[in-house]
């Protein structure tokens, strides 16, 4: 399968290759011939597999198809629309928060690159003026977090009647933070007759009433099971009462590393967290909902760039954070849900790629970690950090339950990841080199920390952190 064969315009081809796609994933391939037939969609897919372009595409395919008919009458003007005709708002994309929104955005300038369609982004934390100006000067595809989209709908500075396709990206997580009576009200803008598409990881019964009052006829696509990408591997760290912190230092300091996504389970303590690190000298940022919206994309662009090696960050805050090659994400604070443990986890191993997925946990997370077992099919590897002093409050299969005793060598899932978190054994300049690229001003990729030097590692045993 290619995106040729689905008679995409010439400029939409283009840009794809200029992303570097090559082939459509598994989503696309499913979801974009319906899209672009007009059939209202219910697409079930994990994070990271694709979907952010299975309805991108067709989109601006609908809308490029619209401009042609504007150029064949006035051939002079070309790529832009006539003289004095406004640009509507064709496509409404709704999303839970401004990083997924910016990200949604990035794919429309980048894949829309080469035609005349113009989109913007609606979310708060932001000045609304530079917003009003966007949609005066007219745009075809807006992308908006509910609140600041009803805000401007409420003074009427945005007019949604020739919106003809709605998207609702990330719904369950939408109605998670308490968006449903908001998207309600939105939909009464929109006309009925429209083509919906509706994006969700999971189908808890708000979501699937949601989206039977709100699709017609829809083709359902579902990706594989709701469970979290196979290209990630898991492990769990007992996690001793109050030494979780000395745990992911020891962590960071043995293990080799790309960039790191770590998840805390509130503001204070990736805020805390961050600038303990920092403290130790690591390249690190946090992403927490109190910082302004300057500050957050600061964080996300300097990870993303490379200025940071670290991000700690919460759930909400890092939904839609596209940033490629995040080795490993931690979890520092178990997730309250097998869902949000299946967001986090799929902050790495995005578009096929491989990472690893560590998890500190302690025996009162037993239930939740049965349950994470259930969606992924397998039992979890357990690890203990070699060299880091437990003390007397884990010890060897103290939270162990029964059935999650250390399996026979034969039931071990192999590791699926390319990186391996095998002490001493990252491949300098790759990225499962060393992120413990502290700011002493360390070259990326150089090893600085002590753990490092070939005498120490010589002392660690292959299989580097062993089960429980
Ligand atoms: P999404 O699930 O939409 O957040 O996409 C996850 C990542 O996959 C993004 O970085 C996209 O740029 C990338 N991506 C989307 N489609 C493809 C494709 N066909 N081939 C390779 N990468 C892709």
């Known amino acids: ?240 009462d109050g030494r979780k912190t000395d745990l992911l230092l020891a962590m960071l300091e043995q293990t080799p590393t790309g960039r790191v996504l770590i998840f805390t389970r509130t503001k204070h303590r990736a805020r805390n967290l961050a600038s303990h690190l920092e403290k130790n000298n690591y390249r690190v940022s946090a992403l927490q909902g109190n910082m302004t919206q300057n500050r957050r994309q600061d964080a996300i662009d300097g990870f993303r760039g490379g200025k940071y090696d670290i991000l700690v960050a919460t759930d909400i805050a890092a939904r839609g954070i596209d940033v490629s090659e995040i080795s490993h994400v931690i979890n520092f604070d178990m997730p309250d849900t097998v869902d949000a443990y299946t967001h986090r986890i799929g902050r790495t191993g995005r578009a096929m790629q491989t990472g690893e997925a560590f998890t500190f946990a302690s025996p009162a997370d037993e239930v939740i970690v049965r349950q994470i077992e259930q969606v992924l099919g397998a039992r979890i590897e357990r690890r203990r950090l070699l060299d880091f002093d437990y003390g007397s409050q884990v010890r060897e299969r103290a939270f162990v339950p029964a059935r999650m005793q250390e399996p026979r060598p034969q039931e071990r899932r192999p590791r699926t990841g390319a990186i391996r978190s095998i002490h001493g054994q990252g491949v300098p300049g790759s990225r499962s080199d060393f992120a413990g690229r502290r700011r002493s001003g360390a070259p990326a990729g150089s090893r600085t920390s002590r753990s490092h030097t070939p005498q120490r590692r010589k002392s660690l045993p292959p299989a580097g952190q062993r089960a429980w």
Do not use: W
Not at 51 to 61: D, E
């Open 1 to 240: 399968m290619n995106f040729e064969q689905f008679q995409l315009d010439v400029h939409l081809l283009s840009a794809i290759r200029a992303e570097g796609y090559t082939t459509p994933t598994p989503i696309q391939e499913k979801a974009i011939p319906p899209v672009l037939a007009g059939r209202d969609v219910l697409g079930l897919a994990q994070t990271g597999t694709g979907k952010t372009a299975a309805f991108m595409l067709p989109i601006l395919q609908r809308l490029v198809q619209g401009q042609r008919l504007i150029q064949e009458q006035r051939p002079a003007q070309n790529q832009r629309p006539t003289p004095g005709t406004k640009r509507h708002i064709r496509a409404l994309i709704v999303a839970p928060t401004r990083e997924l929104a910016e990200q949604i955005h990035q794919a429309a300038i980048s894949l829309g690159c080469n035609t005349s369609v113009k989109s913007c982004t609606i979310y708060g934390g932001v000045s609304k003026g530079q917003q009003v100006i966007a949609l005066k000067r007219g745009v075809e595809i807006v992308i908006a977090c509910p609140g600041r989209l009803l805000d401007h709908l409420g003074e009427g500075n945005i007019d949604l009647s020739h919106v003809e396709v709605l998207v609702l990206d990330e719904a369950d997580r939408m109605c998670d933070m308490g968006f449903l009576p908001d998207i309600k009200r939105i939909i009464r803008f929109i006309p009925p007759q429209r083509q919906t598409l509706f994006f969700s990881a999971t189908m808890p019964e708000d979501i699937r009433s949601l989206a039977d009052g709100i699709l017609r006829d829809p083709l359902r696509v579902q990706i594989g099971t709701i469970a979290p990408a196979r290209t990630v591997s898991h492990a769990l760290y007992p996690a001793p």
